[in-house]
């Protein structure tokens, strides 16, 4: 069956008519087309996400298998299937849009030079016995709700020397280990976290930063 046979295929399929064959898995095609169905039930964001995860899925198998033209249709089946079940395991995320990728690039950047000029720091108050230190924790209550964002938000601050995320206190904020508490930590991470959700799609709505415990040891 060629590509001209199977998109016709997929277009009834979606429509609820009947779905045809596929030459690699026909349960992989069906079980896009029911991920589909149940995304177009649901929001525009929800059809994008199945989407874009299925073309990723292609070009990753496309690329493993060396593109070559017999390649093509166990490469949909098998982007189909990866798209459904990523849909099941890991739906959309509700926090943000589609991501800007400019934003992106600038936001690891920006990280990759304040991880480097942060570990410098460190190395040199700890080597030096004329620097003082003053560790203690800072609170700092994210406004991203429970979500991916927020999880990818946690492992970046965490990768930033001298600031360990060590859980969380009964109102939501986050206490961060610090190695120098006196420096302005929260401004900092309200600062991340607001390039993450533009770099994302989103914004924050106010302001991230709790005044009452900004920049104090606990």
């Known amino acids: 069956m060629d590509g001209a046979i ?53 070009v990753l198998w496309m690329v493993i298998s060396g593109a070559g033209s017999v390649d093509v249709l166990p490469g949909i089946a098998v982007a189909a299937l990866a798209a459904w079940v990523s849909l099941r395991l890991m739906p959309p995320d509700p926090v ?17 030079r304040i991880s480097v ?35 990818l938000y946690l492992a970046m601050t965490s990768q930033m020397p001298g600031t360990i995320p060590s859980g969380r206190d009964p109102s939501g904020a986050v206490a961060y280990h610090c190695l120098d508490a006196a420096q302005p930590v929260a401004a900092q991470l309200a600062e991340e976290e607001r390039r993450l959700l533009v770099a994302l799609g989103g914004a924050l709505g106010s302001a991230a930063v709790d005044p009452g415990r900004d920049g104090r040891p606990a």
Do not use: N
Not at 32 to 52: H, I, K, V, Y
Not at 132 to 144: D, I, Q, S, T, W
């Open 96 to 112: 943000g849009g589609s991501v800007r990728w400019l934003a992106a690039v600038g936001l690891f950047a920006r990280f990759a």
């Open 117 to 151: 000029l942060a570990g410098l720091d460190v190395a040199r108050r700890a080597l030096s016995p004329r620097m003082r230190l003053a560790p203690g924790y800072v609170h700092y209550r994210p406004e991203m709700p429970p979500s991916d964002a927020l999880g």
């Open 6 to 58: 199977v998109a016709p295929a997929l277009i009834r399929g979606v429509h609820g008519l009947r779905y045809g064959p596929h030459p690699a898995d026909p349960r992989a095609g069906a079980a896009f087309l029911e991920s589909m169905q149940a995304a177009g039930r649901g929001t525009r964001g929800e059809w994008s996400a199945a989407l874009r995860r299925a073309a990723g899925y292609f």
